[in-house]
């Protein structure tokens, strides 16, 4: 079943989009944690600030009352008046008093019997008791100290008293004309703050309410009156709050969230700091001072930056909508031109030979690029395409090259075939009048089937080639003996024909490394050749020295020279002439004989001895030249080869030559240096 396909512009579209929106919205939630972050720290610092002054004003308002009460009890007339006159100054006192001074009460230091009281006539001090005091410091009157109590709110008879506020009962000594105590002084008195008695606060308000307890968890303290008294490991989230009781007391910076601390429950944050209990003289003992605000509250400017992230969320992602759509536009667009092209050319290309020019002049540089390969690929497949027929008509000569020459083979094989059959039959059928003439037809047949040999085995040779099986052997060889043996064989043609020959004269044997067979085939079939095709003339053989700049250090090489004054070849058929079954004319090769397979076999030869072989012609009767290079390399026994003039006008070759031994030769056939 094949894979569904879409199209490249869809395919962007919904990849950038998928990559980006997510991308958008982690974004902007990182961003919205980030700005929550922000807030919590500065509720943490704000709220903590706020705990620090609420515990400053506790101090103060104390403080305060003390001064107060201190003052009120040195008056005269607490030890001089009449109880109406000492009423009469309560209730002055009262009203110039502040409001958050609930009571006022003078009682009798020794009967505890009240004398005035702006609150009726039960002494405060048994309401403390009654009520049970959390903690308290009873200070002997005789010290002239002022004592503090604690009062529980939740058991407050006075109806017009606002629940959950810290209330606090001080008295002082009232001493009479002789320093002794006559009289006990109280205020009754509540720190009356608005936090104290409301868990509302406003949305973004960093002050929160006001909560306090003391060091044993008690919780003295809270808007809400049912918690005062309670402590704190009675509430749902009293681990958090002993963590948070104990950090304040140790003075360790903490930032915690509370939960079920109200009557709601919700989520809270809370900043704190400890003051000295006011109502003892351990100063080791501490009151915990907590600024509370509900999350929401404290976060309430955070709902505002929601709002604008939700909208801009909604924005960026129809922008990024609207630009991913024009990026892939303005992506897919070129694909697109640059497929239409391609389907257009091929079309255009089966129905004329008209050229059409690619896109170009894109915006973005790739594409450009994209274009020009488009285009030069094209073109090379045109190219291509040409050189396939010129290939494809080159294989079609090949072929009719190859059928000639297994004509030209086939002849070449019956001829010396049929020379054969015919003196074996003369022989048999006895027509020869004597021994002399049976030799001499036996000769002819000899000479035949060598021939007949020759042919087969250059095909062999070449099909050897072919397939890439011909090898050599190479050990030292004597140049200048095997050429010999080689102008020996050639030397009854030569002489049949009157030509003229020029050998090389040389005094010092020319060793070289080289294998022997496939060098004396080499030879043959050049200077056989250059007999075949020369009627008339010389032929001339010759021995040099060149530098050759294809090898390795520009090494020397031995160059053994053929020219001929035959019939030549025309210049632009010489390159065929090295190629298997080219013969460069079917007639001049059955006038001459042969299968045209000589010189193929000759440069793959000497190509695999490291040589190579070159022909030259000045054109159709002006001769041939052919140049085979043997190189010197190290392995080779030649160091230096050099013509030098002699005495009487002469050029004589002079070598300085090494022998060494090759690899497989035994030690008994080591061969010597020498200098000549």
Known sequence: MALSQSSFRRILLSRLLLVSVPVLLVGVYVTYRKARSAFLETARQNLTESAVRKGESIDRSIEALRANLATASDSVVFKQGTPLQQQAFLDRLASKLPNQIQCVQLTNFQMGQVIASTCGNQPLDNLARSQGVVEQESLAVEANKISIKFLLPQQQKNPEVNEGQLELLLSAPVYDDRDRPRYVLSFKSALQEKEFVSTETQPGSLTGYTVVINQQGTILAHPLSERVGRNIREEDDANRLKDLVWSAIAGQPRFLHLFAFDEDGVELVAGYSAIASPITSERSKKWVILAVAPIDKALAPLQDIQKALFGMTLALIVASILVILFISRELARPLEQLRDYAIKKELFCKKTETPQTCPQNFKIREFNQLASAIQEMLERL????????????????????????????????????????????????????????????????????????????????????????????LEPVDLGKLLKEVINLQIAPIQK??????????????????????LRQVLLNVIGNAVKFTQSGSIAISIGIEKDEALAANA??????????????????????????????????????GTGLGLAISRNLIELMGGNIRLHSAGCGKGTTVKIGIPLTLTSPIREVSLQQTENGSRKLLASHCELPPANLPSSKELTCSQK
Request: hydrophobic letters at 35%; one cysteine or more.
């Open 382 to 473: 045109q190219t291509w395409g040409d050189e396939i027929v010129c290939s494809w008509k080159e294989a079609q000569n090949a072929n009719q090259l190859k059928n000639e020459f297994l004509a030209t083979t086939s002849h070449e094989l019956r001829t010396p075939l049929n020379g054969i059959i015919n003196c074996i039959r003369i022989i048999k059928d006895g027509y020869c009048d004597s021994r002399e003439e049976e030799i001499e037809f036996l000769q002819q047949a000899d000479n035949a089937a060598i021939h007949l040999l020759n042919i087969i085995n250059d095909i062999l040779d070449i099909a050897k080639i072919e397939a890439g099986k011909l090898s050599v052997n």
């Open 497 to 518: 024909k009157g030509l003229k020959l020029k050998t090389p004269n040389w005094e010092n044997d020319i060793i070289i490394y080289t294998d022997p067979a496939k």
């Open 556 to 593: 020397s090489k031995v160059v053994i020279t053929v020219k001929d004054t035959g019939i030549g070849i025309d210049p632009s058929q010489q390159d065929k002439l090295f190629h298997p079954f080219v013969m460069v004319d079917g007639s001049t090769t059955r006038q001459f004989g």
